[in-house]
Structures are given as structure tokens and as C-alpha cells.
Nanobody, 125 residues
């Protein structure tokens, strides 16, 4: 059975930092890409960052470039999102997604095979 589990959310003041983690298990994920999406209150879900299986390719939403970093400590099925200089508008449920095509994530037409249940990030002013 596949599990995709996020952790690391919480309450932080504006200007602060958080690190989110996502661990996928239950099958062979070799070649899959992993991405972070977020869903702010009363808004649509949007992609924040994506990383390929090797960890060598990444892509980011313009709104987070320079502040957020997606990474893996080694090629594998655990991904992190380091979020610095957080802003109140970054308040959202952050979801981990796993899919087979890095290009589809970047092109804006992701084909998601697995979703996590999300972790809430709240940034206070």
C-alpha cells in the first residue's frame, strides 16, 4: 500500500522559516518526480516546487523563488521544502504529490499518481 506523508507544518511569524518533509513508501518510486503544492484558504491549489528523482532538476513558482528550496538528501523517496522569509500569504495547506513526469509538472499539466493528505502552514503577521 502506497503512503505519502507530509510533516513539519505549524505556526510561524512572518519572516520566519519552516522545513517541510515528505516521505513516500509502499512501492518502487524509481524515476518518479515529487512536488509541493499548496492550497490557501478559499483559493485553488497551486504548484510550489518540483524535484526530479535524482534531485538534480528543480523548478519553482515565481512567487517563491529565492525564498523556498526543494531538495533531497540523496536520490530517493524523501523530499524537503525549506521555506524562508515566510509571509502571511504563504498560509496554506501544503501537499506532497508524486508523479512520473518532471516535464509535465513544469509545463503546468502534472499527472499526479499519489497525493499526501497535507500539512497546514500558518504564517502570522
Amino acid at each position: 500500500q502506497v503512503h505519502v506523508v507530509e510533516s513539519g507544518g505549524g505556526l510561524v511569524q512572518a519572516g520566519g522559516s519552516l522545513r517541510l518533509s515528505c516521505a513516500a513508501s509502499g512501492r518502487d518510486f524509481d524515476g518518479y518526480s515529487m512536488a509541493w503544492f499548496r492550497e490557501p484558504p478559499r483559493k485553488d491549489r497551486e504548484m510550489v516546487a518540483v524535484i526530479d528523482w535524482s534531485g538534480n532538476r528543480t523548478d519553482y513558482a515565481d512567487s517563491v523563488k529565492g525564498r523556498f528550496t526543494v531538495f533531497k538528501t540523496s536520490a530517493g523517496n524523501t523530499m524537503y521544502l525549506q521555506m524562508n522569509n515566510l509571509k502571511p500569504e504563504n498560509t496554506a495547506v501544503y501537499y506532497c504529490a508524486v508523479g512520473r513526469s518532471f516535464t509535465h509538472f513544469v509545463d503546468g499539466f502534472p499527472r499526479i499518481d499519489y497525493w499526501g493528505e497535507g500539512t497546514l502552514v500558518t504564517v502570522s503577521a
